[in-house]
């Protein structure tokens, strides 16, 4: 079994800052990429920053600029440092990760969520 626990959430002003933290844990052979998804009220499920095994990133437009992904591949754990928060940026935010749990089984997986709620 494979678990991801995000931390870090909470709620800022606009304009503030916060870092998210998700560790996964249990039967990890290795891991691929590791990302960031968010989930606004009403809205669909977006990416928001994705990070590679051996560390390229990607961005959603709206978060450029303002948001670093990285990861620790020591502690199995990726981090998403979020800076000059908008009260657009207000959403559960997701960790995702894709984990050979054996040399020959890989599956998706996805933490539980941490809300991030940015006041105007």
């Known amino acids: 079994q494979v678990q991801l626990v995000e931390s870090g959430g909470g709620l800022v002003q606009a304009g503030g800052s916060l870092r998210l933290s998700c560790a996964a844990s249990?039967?990890?052979?290795?891991?691929?990429?590791m990302g960031w998804y968010r989930q606004a009220p009403g809205k669909q499920r977006e990416s928001v920053a994705r990070i590679a095994s051996v560390g390229s990133t990607n961005y959603a437009d709206s978060v450029k600029g303002r948001f670093t992904i990285s990861r620790d591949n020591a502690k199995n754990t990726v981090y998403l440092q979020m800076n000059g928060l908008k009260p657009e940026d207000t959403a559960v935010y997701y960790c995702?990760?894709?984990?050979?749990?054996?040399?020959?089984?890989?599956?998706?997986?996805w933490g539980k969520g941490t809300l991030v709620t940015v006041s105007s």
């Open positions: 249990g039967s990890i052979f290795t891991i691929n990429g």
């Open positions: 995702n990760a894709n984990i050979w749990t054996s040399s020959t089984l890989k599956g998706d997986y």
